[in-house]
């Protein structure tokens, strides 16, 4: 009986092809796991952490070396990210690769002292009817483009902030770039499937191709590969052109965005070429002839190195060795004050870095378990590191060895702090009608240099009285510290507020930032194993940070911090002049209360800061140098190390309990109302420095609703899983201060002028998505937004008179770019810092502090917009 063949279906076409299809993306995401999850991890760190937008910035301000660097660490990322997976696909035997495979150990090196340095290569078995899965290793590839995606995506995001709100058709070009990253991926699918049909050999019956139709495919292949390789030499030229133009006339500007957009792109292609051509880079070159071959083939000569597999791998180790001396030099750059590179090109380096050793590992491990060299001696060495390795671990985290890597120091405490009663005193002596409370927000580097910028043009247009009428100083994290630096530039320069104005702008142009990522992804790390965790000869990152500070504020050159203590450093400034505003250091232990450094010598701490621990007077006299203590207030949670206080534990961030350090002042404020001697009849006024965006769009939103008479603005809701809203109220740093600002605005309303309250902003350029972004919704009545939108466009005015001048050309830089929660400022950021504090906002609430300060009587708010 004649058996009768049936036709395959369309459907059945289709469904046999979605099944090849997702068992190709199971084996991708399966051997490139790794390579996925540092995608990733570099994603959410260079879009996520706004201060990674700084960084980018400070790289088109002039900084060409880390530029290269970045673009040559993320190209070295691309290759790497997209071969590595390749290993764990032998080891795993998907889609049965490893019983196909050949292993050979090849010494490629011909140098004397590196002649036996052994590289493992594979070869596939001829004959053997193996068909591989094609579309898993289009995806494995298309891992190097992702890396190239992710940082476009950056740079956009990156200059976005200033685009928006140029003429710049931003929507459209981000839009554009997204649809081109793709088109690298769908050509060179397309180009290897024409390739492998024009390589074949056999007819899909199994009969073999004539000569004819074989040697036809090879004359089309040649031509193909032609073509290829000229496009191939073109890219390269573009690249390397564009990216000289954007190392050397590079900007931060609508020109600068695109030109180092179109270099990105090209390196993109680059990449793309270079994987689809490299093991074929020896036919390519034949197929040149004439004048051409005289002109290509001095290229394609000059990477056919990297055709052989083993040389390929060299390629790897190269970069692996250089990302160590970059980032060993980092190391001491960090840890003796040098000059220290962009934190972009750290960060890249160090994933290079930790990607090559662990995938790198996992080869080894997997070819000695192939071609058995488990007797070896680099395998037992390599094994014997790990075990080594592993033990520490195991004893560092599990027996019971205190670790002392975050210790600060201690020092004798002197005796001879400023006591409570002279403070007092001294304030009952003040003939001036108000006395001021100042506090700082948190927020990085950024709420340093402002909070240090705001008090210094005060200080300036009082003649210096400010400080001289108050009280108490009081922050949270990077206010904290502008306010602990503003109290050591005063103890070394007085009232010369152009002198401290210099030494401000020096801080704010210091790199905190890449001495953070060197020390967090390098020793830092390592010395937490024992019995490096004892304390072994170097300090931790904050250490180091602060190192760079006081050098900074009392021009010296020193690798270590001052011994004199928290109280004699202040008293230093006190004595200065004859009076300086007493500090207070806020902190938090993690048992849920405040730790409190009072500069002040008290006579009972627990009456004035209740639910605290006095930092500053420790068991059996000890206490605190003043840089140390002063760390412990700029450690935010899982980004900087908690500082450990030898017998009181843990403290960190002020900010996780009260961002605002405006209760440090009540409480010292609640504590001299006690005496009516003490403050008698005079007028108390709170000055609150603010650089948090969120809060002065909470501002605007405010002013919006009183200017059109709005008791609410209502939403549609964006919809997110529980886990989600209880991890963002959770860490919303606002809850206390936005507390402590109704608290004070009411105090104020019912003081008959008794009390006064300034919130100090830091105005932003606010855009409608970002009113939408504090809100998490839509503004749900379209009248109601449309007025939104004119009244921010008003406020966005005054700001950009500012920080843009007119008539800007395409490829003038930008000069100001609103700072980021960071360490680092760029250029750009320091200049809009310095700008704004002449927004009319400030310079009104500025002209009404001074007539305070000046005035012998007590004046109410006649103007209850100063206090919002």
């Not at 937490?528 to 300090?539: A, D, E, H, S």
């Not at 980004?639 to 405006?662: C, M």
């Not at 490829?811 to 810092?833: A, G």
Request: charged fraction near 20%.
């Amino acid at each position: 009986m004649e058996t009768v063949k049936t036709e395959t279906t369309a459907f059945e076409k289709f469904i046999t092809a979605l099944n090849h299809f997702i068992r190709s993306i199971k084996n991708f995401v399966r051997s490139s796991f790794l390579s996925l999850v540092v995608i990733c991890i570099i994603l959410l760190l260079l879009t996520q952490m706004d201060q990674a937008f700084t960084m980018l910035v400070d790289l088109m301000e002039g900084n060409w070396v880390s530029l290269f660097l970045s673009f040559l660490f993320i190209n070295a990322l691309a290759i790497a990210l997209s071969h590595f997976p390749i290993y764990t696909y032998y080891a795993a035997d998907l889609n049965n690769s490893g019983d196909y495979t050949e292993w050979h150990k090849v010494h490629p090196i011909k140098f004397w002292f590196l002649k036996k340095f052994p590289v493992f290569v594979f070869t596939t078995k001829k004959d053997t009817g193996y068909v591989p899965d094609n579309w898993a290793n289009y995806l494995r590839y298309f891992t190097g483009i992702l890396i190239h995606g992710v940082w476009i995506h950056f740079i956009m995001s990156s200059f976005k902030p200033n685009l928006i709100f140029e003429t710049f058709p931003f929507s459209a070009v981000k839009i554009t770039v997204y649809i081109l990253i793709l088109i690298p991926f769908i050509l060179y699918i397309y180009l290897k499937e024409k390739i492998s049909k024009l390589s074949i050999e056999k007819h899909a019956d199994g009969t073999k191709l004539g000569a004819i139709e074989r040697q036809r495919n090879i004359d089309i292949l040649n031509g193909f590969y032609k073509r290829l390789g000229i496009w191939y030499l073109v890219i390269v030229i573009i690249s390397i052109l564009l990216l000289i133009a954007t190392l050397s006339v590079g900007n931060f500007s609508p020109g600068g965005f695109v030109l180092l957009l179109l270099t990105s792109y090209s390196f993109l292609f680059n990449y793309f070429f270079f994987r689809l051509l490299r093991t074929k880079l020896s036919v390519v070159n034949k197929t040149l002839s004439g004048s051409l071959h005289i002109g290509y083939s001095v290229f394609i000569n000059s990477i056919r190195f990297f055709e052989k597999s083993e040389n390929y791998i060299l390629l790897f180790a190269v970069n692996f060795v250089g990302a160590f001396v970059f980032l060993f030099y980092c190391t001491l750059a960090s840890i003796y004050d040098w000059g220290l590179f962009n934190g972009i090109p750290i960060l890249l380096a160090f994933f290079y870095l930790y990607y090559y050793l662990i995938a790198n590992f996992g080869k080894y491990f997997f070819v000695a378990k192939r071609i058995n060299l488990f007797g070896s001696q680099t395998y037992r060495i390599i094994f014997g590191a790990i075990i080594t390795i592993l033990l520490l671990v195991c004893i560092s985290n599990f027996a019971n060895v205190e670790v002392r890597v975050h210790e600060l120091d201690l020092v004798e405490n002197t005796k001879n702090e400023i006591p409570e009663a002279v403070f007092i005193d001294s304030l009952q002596a003040k003939k001036d009608n108000t006395l001021f409370f100042i506090a700082s927000h948190g927020g990085g580097l950024k709420a340093n240099v402002w909070t240090l910028n705001v008090l210094n043009t005060l200080q300036q247009e009082t003649n210096g009285k400010l400080l001289n009428q108050s009280i108490a100083l009081s922050g949270a994290s990077g206010g904290s510290l502008g306010l602990a630096l503003y109290t050591g530039l005063y103890k070394e320069d007085g009232n010369n507020t152009q002198r401290i104005q210099h030494k401000i702008d020096t801080l704010a142009h210091q790199n905190y930032t890449s001495l953070d990522l060197t020390l967090t992804f390098g020793l830092d790390s390592y010395r937490k194993l024992w019995p490096f965790n004892q304390r072994i000869g170097l300090r931790d990152r904050p250490y180091y940070a602060m190192v760079k500070y006081q050098n900074n504020i009392q021009n010296i050159k020193n690798s270590k911090l001052s011994e004199t203590s928290f109280r004699d450093y202040w008293k230093e400034a006190f004595n200065r002049n004859g009076y300086f505003p007493s500090l207070i250091m806020n902190t938090a232990a993690t048992n849920g209360s405040r730790g409190i450094l009072w500069s002040v010598k008290q006579h009972n701490f627990n009456d004035i800061f209740p639910y605290s621990e006095n930092l500053a007077d420790l068991s059996n006299n000890k206490t605190l140098p003043f840089y140390q203590a002063v760390s412990t207030t700029n450690r935010f949670p899982m980004l900087s190390p908690a500082a450990k206080i030898p017998g009181y534990g843990h403290y960190i961030d002020a900010g996780a309990i009260d961002n605002s350090g405006l209760l440090g002042c009540l409480d010292l404020h609640n504590y001299l109302l006690r005496d009516q001697r003490v403050l008698g009849d005079k007028q108390i006024a709170y000055i609150e420095i603010i650089n948090s965006k969120t809060l002065y769009v909470n501002y605007l939103i405010e002013k919006f609703k009183r200017e059109n008479k709005l008791t609410h603005i209502d939403k549609r809701e964006n919809e997110a899983d529980n886990i989600m809203v209880d991890l963002e109220t959770g860490l919303n740093l606002d809850k206390i201060p936005g507390y402590l600002s109704d608290y004070l605005t009411n105090w104020e309303k019912t003081s008959n002028g008794g009390v006064r309250y300034f919130k100090i902003f830091m105005p932003h350029k606010v855009s409608l998505s970002d009113v939408e972004s504090f809100f998490s919704g839509e503004i749900s009545d379209e009248t109601i937004e449309n007025k939104l939108v004119d009244f921010l466009a008003i406020e966005n005015t005054l700001i950009l008179t500012l920080t843009e001048k007119p008539d800007k050309d395409f490829f003038d830089p930008w000069e100001y770019y609103e700072p980021t929660l960071s360490r680092h400022l760029s250029k750009s950021s320091v200049n809009y810092i310095k700008a704004i504090l002449k927004h009319p906002l400030l310079r009104e609430q500025f002209t009404e502090i001074e007539g305070l300060i000046n005035t012998h009587k007590i004046e109410k708010n006649e103007n209850p917009e100063i206090t919002f």
